[in-house]
């Protein structure tokens, strides 16, 4: 399996993100995840699609946007509008069975989101509607969080029941994943691994997101 990563701009120095992109980029990275927060889903408030259009014509790579917001379905247009590949909403904010069909509508990729507290089977019956399943490894809201262990047995799980009905969708996982635990993450299941503090506060990027894909 090739493992793909995706920093997490959370993290990044934003009065130089272009410069940041442009850096994660050259060390090695395959998606640039972008945290979309309201203050209303989660208790922190970050960037919009008028940031992702400024940042599209920065880098090749895939604009990977995870909407941690209430209400998805009124700004999914305008994220695909701004320059988004990927959208991923959540299982806990509304009705997937509407939304994922409408994200592949707007040309973008669809994946689904779960939160640790919430069970593997409310994720479930969408599994054949999306393009890739997001499964987070903290409570969404902050970078620099403790990984969430449990979460790891949720990617092991979805990760079977996937190939026993012979869905193939990649697994994503999003939340504390560094060095130090990512082999774990991803003898779980999870495919591409989302990481914020472990890459943008490393001193050498190229280290940083080769260390994640050992
Ligand atoms: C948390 C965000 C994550 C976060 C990851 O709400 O969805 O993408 O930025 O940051 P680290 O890797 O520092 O946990
Ligand atoms: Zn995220």
Redesign the pocket.
């Known amino acids: 399996m090739t493992i793909k990563t995706a920093p997490?701009i959370?993290?990044a120095d934003f009065a130089r993100l272009g410069h940041e992109i442009e850096a994660v980029e050259k060390a090695g990275a395959d998606v640039i995840?972008v945290?979309v927060?309201d203050g209303h889903f989660?208790p922190n408030i970050t960037i919009g699609p008028p940031v992702v259009a400024k940042i599209r014509p920065i880098t090749k790579l895939p604009l990977d946007c995870?909407l941690?917001i209430e209400n998805p379905e009124r700004y999914i247009g305008a994220f695909a509008k701004a320059g988004a590949d990927w959208i991923s909403v959540h299982v806990e904010a509304c009705d997937l069975s509407q939304l994922l069909p409408a994200i592949k509508a707007l040309g973008c990729k669809a994946g689904c989101v779960i939160n640790p507290p919430t069970p593997v089977e409310k994720i479930l019956p969408y599994l054949p509607l999306a393009d890739y399943v997001l499964v987070?490894t903290?409570n969404?809201?902050?970078?620099?969080?403790k990984l969430i262990e449990g979460c790891i047995d949720k990617i092991a799980a979805i990760h079977s029941i996937a190939k026993e009905r012979n869905i193939r969708i990649p697994i994503e996982a999003?939340?504390?994943?560094?060095p130090a635990n990512v082999s774990r993450v991803t003898a779980a299941g999870a495919e591409i691994i989302?990481?914020?503090?472990?890459v943008f506060e490393a001193e050498d990027y190229t280290k940083a997101i080769e260390a994640l894909r050992k």
């Not at 969404?140 to 969080?145: E, Y």
């Not at 989302?194 to 472990?198: F, L």
């Open positions: 997490s959370l993290s995840h945290d927060m989660v995870h941690m987070m903290v969404p809201g902050f970078g620099g969080q999003d939340g504390g994943i560094g989302v990481a914020g503090s472990a």
